[in-house]
């Protein structure tokens, strides 16, 4: 079976940075997209960044110009470089894949937490 875990979440002042990443544990073998989402408490869940497997990206506008996300795929590995974090960007963060061949599959989620 396919898992997917993710790391690097953490607490961090505001300002500061993290990396998230995302390992692909199991056989894959043809990922098309790879995004990360992101819930608060007592919100719905948001699409954070994806990165196709052509390599094009897409990100929400609030953290367009902070985040990046990309791929590595001989590793099945998707990361998110956050930067600039700011408070509201406080959540559980969880990373998705889509197969080319359809459906997809979520990582457990980790805690990103921004103090003022």
């Known amino acids: 079976q396919v898992q997917l875990v993710e790391s690097g979440g953490g607490s961090v002042q505001a300002g500061g940075s993290l990396r998230l990443s995302c390992a692909v544990f199991?056989?894959?073998?043809?990922?098309?997209?790879m995004a990360w989402y992101r819930q608060a408490p007592g919100k719905q869940r948001e699409l954070v960044a994806v990165i196709s497997n052509t390599g094009s990206t897409n990100y929400a506008d609030s953290v367009r110009g902070r985040f990046a996300i990309s791929r590595e795929n001989a590793k099945n590995t998707v990361t998110l470089q956050m930067n600039s974090l700011k408070p509201e960007d406080t959540a559980v963060y969880y990373c998705?894949?889509?197969?080319?061949?359809?459906?997809?599959?979520w990582g457990p989620g980790t805690q990103v937490t921004v103090s003022s």
């Open positions: 998705n894949i889509r197969p080319l061949y359809g459906g997809g599959l």
């Open positions: 199991g056989s894959i073998f043809s990922i098309g997209t």
